[in-house]
């Protein structure tokens, strides 16, 4: 569709004319041409098409637009036959109506118009931007807290994924070995965009999770691995990759190659702020899959709760954008590595002192976002008052890093040399308060430019001037009547009273007479009101034109800034968790190898900050290679899954570097966090929900490893309460058996606290309630042993069920509690045995069928007795037979 020849009319019409038909008169006309061909480039954009001081939409696009933004939808030629529909946007809201339709999911196009090379009175339009939601539009109300990747994915065994920032310019690959892990990566950074090799389309779960994401489909040579290479050399402007760590990877090149080119060639970004290239390995991360930092609402709330209401909302205490955007990525991405992970233990304790502490985060205050401050100076369109933004983030880098200097611990971090020499320099030339626009003048500061100096002078003081010259030609003449004029027939003029007309040098030009005074100009005051007049034009072409020199001269400066920028966001962070160590109390883990997870009063670093009418009850932890799975249960409502989410977001801190919600913890370095709910937990989801969690457990059972900690919350809810008990029970043994893993499994399925007693590793636990006559009261203490009923009754009753519906569940609950197919019989079969139970059941034994037939055949009615006496004998001697 995208090459078809718009005016052939045997051709499918593209949906996007609507009702007009491809040949309407209006649509031949040289303008509506352009907008054609233009728009046949990017069918699937909303194309917002330059004209003079709007942006015009047509055809369907005006539709979809006018709707979107509540504009006026007009048309253009209304009185025609086939009026093209149109809508249109003034210039100057670009911005905002851009931002607007790229948070509804619009893909949006901009044509811009020029003069036609070939004809200079013709106005001609070219495509100059596609904006996507993985490269979006870039304006400074955007929210710059969050990264926004644009992903690229490729390769069927070893996998390549790329992902470019294109705001900040960042760019990150990664080789995996096959296409599920690749897509969990692109998942787990949260991508909002991907560029898909068309082999990995046949891959189910990436065919389904596609439907919801944004992406783009395209054939193996677009990842070409030579191209890719080529690609990334002439972006970094190297000849070898090695000193990136970039040489030797491969579908990782494609990835990136295919990234560069669609960012370049198909949404026309201009790269020049990608200058690095980070290559890392998913092994040097903690494996977080996605499911699990949904579940742990680490990043996002579950089911659309208040944002505050994540780890990240209650931790994120940064005060710049890029330490913003680098928590959530240390985040999702906890370390692997002791040694590492203690360094930022010791710079968090370091930094736990108020002295160190306070005055760089008052410092990090008045730093701009240097990232994206950077990007923009690469890219040559920062504007002037971003221009001093970045000067002043500068000038607060020095206060930061020399009191880093100080502690050893920052030792080999810090950068060499600031860039302070281009903060001075900006400095110089800018004014103390520019404007953001480069053509209106008001930029550059005085005593930088001579020219520039006399036209503002000129412009701003000619009245002093006009008076100074007056003087001077005064007492020259010795008229002390001679006055300087000015109109607009004549510009500036000198009059001169009748009575002195005799005195004017022969020099000056006779302009024109009146009745009392006659008037002349002169050589020098034609020049001089040239200046005048041309000097505010002047002037602001000049300052345009320093302007651009200056910011051409910094773009060499650009590496510098983004290394202080990546570095800044680092200490922003550490402070962020000094500080949030200090403001929740949190205590300094400790990180080792061992097989041990002790954790003394921990709390849900979430719940524990909000508002409740009850007090945060802390609990205690403790698993180790002898006790390394805990079958927690406990009534509903009772503090399970908060006991389990704490533990693990406890890990998850640690190994981000934080300090935790705990009095103190030893964690034995976990390499995997697995977390999963049962599925009516998760209603929200599309696919059928046991499906997903059984398909999401068993990936655990295949990926986990004896380092990994697993969360099972419910796990076998989701389906008829035999076949989630087999299940819950098969996965606890395959764990405990096989894995040795360290695992908590909340569960009420009371019957699974027989195999904790049967299974050497596995101890119960449950969360203590206190019962009196009629009510339970949750303690919300972590106690050792099994936990005697589910309180399920009294927690209906606690909700405000009515007291008839609370009166009958007691006594039919006690009638179950008597019956001998109730709990206690299930709790002595294993897994097996209830196959085998089943099959029994299924299973009717053909002597029976037969027998059934016999009976069925005869009329007992017109049975003599001899004959029945006969008939019982046959069925008895066949039952015989069988036995
Ligand atoms: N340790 C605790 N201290 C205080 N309140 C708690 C604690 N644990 C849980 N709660 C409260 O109890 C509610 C239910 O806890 P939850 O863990 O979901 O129970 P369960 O999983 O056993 O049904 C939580 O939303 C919270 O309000
Ligand atoms: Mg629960």
């Known amino acids: 569709m995208t090459d078809q020849h718009p005016q052939n009319n045997s051709q499918v019409k593209p949906d996007w004319y609507g009702d007009v038909p491809m040949d309407a008169k209006p649509l031949q006309t040289s303008m509506m041409k352009q907008f054609i061909s233009i728009k046949s480039k990017v069918p699937d954009a909303l194309l917002l098409f330059r004209m003079g001081d709007f942006y015009e939409i047509f055809l369907e696009d005006a539709k979809k637009a006018a709707h979107a933004l509540e504009l006026n939808l007009t048309a253009r030629n209304k009185k025609d036959d086939t009026p093209i529909p149109m809508a249109g946007i003034p210039y100057h809201a670009l911005n905002n109506y851009m931002e607007r339709l790229c948070s509804m999911g619009f893909k949006v196009a901009l044509a811009e118009q020029e003069v036609d090379p070939n004809n200079p009175k013709l106005m001609t339009r070219i495509l100059t931007r596609v904006v996507t939601p993985g490269m979006p539009w870039d304006s400074d109300g955007t929210d710059s807290r969050g990264s926004c990747w644009i992903a690229a994915i490729c390769g069927t065994r070893n996998t390549g994924v790329a992902f470019l920032d294109t705001r900040t310019g960042a760019l990150r690959v990664t080789e995996v070995e096959g296409p599920i892990d690749g897509w969990e990566e692109i998942k787990r950074m949260g991508a909002s965009e ?6 990995l389309l046949s891959n189910e779960i990436i065919h389904t999770d596609l439907q ?21 050399k002439k972006q970094l402007n190297v000849d070898d990759l090695t000193g990136f ?11 990136i190659g295919a990234l560069i080119s669609y960012a370049r060639d198909m949404a ?8 690095n290239v980070h290559v890392y390995s998913v092994r040097s991360q903690m494996a977080l899959d996605e499911s699990s930092l949904r579940n742990l609402e680490v990043l996002q709330p579950l089911r659309g709760a208040d944002k505050k209401h994540t780890l990240l909302g209650i931790v994120d205490k940064t005060r710049t954008s890029m330490g913003g955007r680098l928590l959530r990525q240390w985040l999702s991405a906890p370390l692997i590595d002791i040694k590492r992970i203690s360094s930022r233990h010791d710079a968090v304790e370091a930094l736990l002192s108020p002295d160190l502490r306070e005055p760089i985060r008052e410092s990090l205050r008045s730093v701009g976002d240097l990232e994206r401050l950077g990007a923009k100076l690469a890219q040559e369109k920062i504007n002037p008052r971003e221009l001093l933004a970045l000067a002043n983030s500068i000038f607060s880098l020095p206060l930061i890093m020399d009191s880093l200097s100080k502690e050893s611990v920052f030792e080999g971090f810090l950068p060499q040399e600031l860039p302070i020499a281009i903060a001075d320099e900006i400095c110089e030339y800018l004014q103390e308060d520019p404007p953001t626009a480069i053509s209106e003048g008001g930029i550059i500061r005085q005593g930088i430019n001579k020219e520039l ?8 003081n000619a009245k002093a001037k006009i008076m100074e010259m007056e003087a001077t030609l005064r007492e020259e003449t010795g008229i002390t009547s001679l006055k300087i004029k000015y109109n607009r027939v004549f510009g500036y003029f000198i009059e001169v009273t009748k009575v002195h007309k005799d005195k004017a040098p022969d020099t000056w030009m006779r302009k024109q007479t009146l009745v009392n005074a006659e008037r002349f100009i002169t050589p020098e005051l034609k020049e001089f009101e040239e200046k005048v007049l041309s000097s505010t034009e002047k002037m602001r072409t000049l300052e345009h034109t320093i302007y651009v020199e200056l910011r051409a001269r910094l773009t060499k400066s650009v590496k510098k800034i983004q290394d202080c920028a990546y570095r800044v966001a680092i200490i922003d962070v550490l402070s962020n968790f000094a500080e949030i160590a200090v403001q929740y109390r949190y205590a300094r883990p400790s990180v080792n190898d061992s097989m041990k997870l002790d954790i003394k009063a921990g709390r849900h670093p979430v719940l524990e900050q909000m508002d409740f009418d009850e007090v945060f009850v802390p609990n205690d932890v403790c698993m180790d290679k002898e006790t390394n799975f805990l079958m927690l249960t406990g009534p509903n409502m009772g503090g399970k899954s908060t006991v389990m989410r704490q533990v693990a977001l406890i890990v998850l801190l640690a190994q981000v570097g934080s300090f935790v919600p705990a009095d103190s913890a030893t964690i034995g370095l976990c390499d995997k966090i697995f ?5 009516s937990d998760d209603l929200a989801r599309g696919r059928s929900t046991f499906m997903v969690e059984m398909g999401e457990t068993a990936l655990i059972l295949n990926r986990a490893t004896s380092r990994s900690l697993i969360m099972l919350d419910e796990i076998g809810r989701g389906t008829s309460t035999f076949d989630g008990l087999a299940i819950a029970w098969a996965v606890s043994e395959a764990i405990h058996n096989k894995l040795s893993a360290r695992t908590i499994f909340a569960t009420h399925y009371h019957e699974l606290t027989t195999l904790a007693d049967q299974s050497e590793h596995m101890k119960n636990c449950h969360v203590a309630v206190a019962q009196d006559q009629h009510r339970v009261v949750f303690l919300r203490e972590l106690r050792e042993g099994s936990c005697g009923q589910s309180f399920g009754i009294q927690c209906a009753q606690l909700a405000g069920m009515p007291k008839s519906v609370i009166r009958r569940a007691g006594s039919i609950l006690k009638n179950l509690e008597k019956s001998d197919a109730g709990v206690g019989h299930i709790n002595q079969m294993s897994i097996f045995d209830i196959q085998v139970e089943e099959e029994k059941i299924v299973e009717i034994p053909s002597y029976l069928t037969e027998l059934e037939q016999e009976l069925n055949q005869v009329d007992p009615n017109e049975l003599s007795p001899f004959e029945a006496l006969k008939f019982v004998y046959e069925l008895r001697s066949l039952i015989q037979k069988q036995q």
Do not use: Q
């Not at 760590?245 to 090149?253: N, Y």
């Open 675 to 679: 977390v999963r709910v049962g599925a």
């Open 245 to 255: 760590g970039a040489d030797k990877l491969r579908a990782g090149l494609g990835a």
């Open 268 to 275: 026309m970004l201009n790269l020049t702020h990608v200058n």
């Open 212 to 232: 919801k994401l944004s992406h783009s489909s395209k054939e193996p040579t677009f990842f070409d691995i030579r191209h890719g290479r080529m690609a990334l």
């Open 194 to 199: 991907v560029i898909v090799d068309t082999r």
């Open 453 to 460: 100096d006399e036209y503002t002078e000129l412009s701003t």
